[in-house]
């Protein structure tokens, strides 16, 4: 992946991140307190929304076989039952690539968030999200924070 450790601001290029406004969360890179060098992306909710959160994204070219993709987040105080987790997907056919990341409740330091993917043939690129599910909850407005760093997709050995 590219910039996977957010050392860099997104180029807005095909192959990098892309951080897409939404109400109800404030997402940027940081400078403090990254896991690895000194930047990680930041995500803020305002507590306002029931927020279905897929707005910090990259697409990855990945030939055919078995990857292990990883990550590492911490969060700080979440509010409801839904935390974050990644997604990863062929956004052309779900059938052949979808898969997530257990998710993080709660406080929580740096934690590895991995997971093994078999990329089938005929998926030509693979979307990688930061992903927070809606929650069914009658108190579901999120508030809290989440950082994320160290993100990679490699071959499996």
Same mark, same amino acid.
């Given at each position: 992946? =590219?910039?996977?450790? =957010?050392?860099?601001?997104?180029?807005? *290029? *095909?192959?990098? &991140?892309?951080?897409?406004?939404?109400?109800?969360?404030?997402?940027?890179?940081?400078?403090?307190?990254?896991?690895?060098?000194?930047w990680s992306l930041h995500i803020s909710f305002q507590g306002a929304e029931n927020l279905s959160y897929r707005h910090a994204a990259q697409?990855?070219?990945?030939?055919?076989? %078995?990857? @292990?993709?990883?990550?590492?987040?911490?969060?700080?105080?979440?509010?409801?039952? %839904?935390?974050?987790?990644?997604?990863? =997907?062929?956004?052309?056919?779900?059938?052949?690539?979808?898969?997530?990341?257990?998710?993080?409740?709660?406080?929580?330091?740096?934690?590895?968030? %991995?997971?093994?993917?078999?990329?089938? *043939?005929?998926?030509?690129?693979?979307? @990688?999200?930061?992903?927070?599910?809606?929650? &069914?909850?009658?108190?579901?407005?999120?508030?809290?924070?989440? &950082?994320?760093?160290? @993100?990679?997709?490699?071959?499996?050995?």
């Amino acid at each position: 992946m =590219f910039n996977g450790d =957010f050392e860099s601001p997104p180029t807005g *290029a *095909a192959l990098d &991140w892309r951080i897409t406004a939404v109400r109800g969360a404030e997402t940027e890179r940081e400078d403090q307190g990254a896991r690895g060098g000194q930047w990680s992306l930041h995500i803020s909710f305002q507590g306002a929304e029931n927020l279905s959160y897929r707005h910090a994204a990259q697409t990855v070219c990945a030939g055919t076989g %078995e990857y @292990v993709f990883q990550a590492y987040a911490r969060t700080r105080d979440p509010t409801t039952d %839904e935390g974050i987790r990644m997604h990863i =997907f062929d956004p052309e056919s779900s059938a052949r690539l979808d898969v997530y990341t257990e998710q993080l409740r709660g406080t929580n330091d740096w934690t590895r968030l %991995e997971t093994r993917c078999r990329v089938r *043939a005929g998926t030509r690129l693979i979307l @990688v999200q930061v992903c927070r599910m809606p929650s &069914w909850k009658l108190d579901n407005r999120i508030k809290g924070e989440a &950082w994320l760093d160290d @993100v990679s997709l490699k071959a499996a050995h």
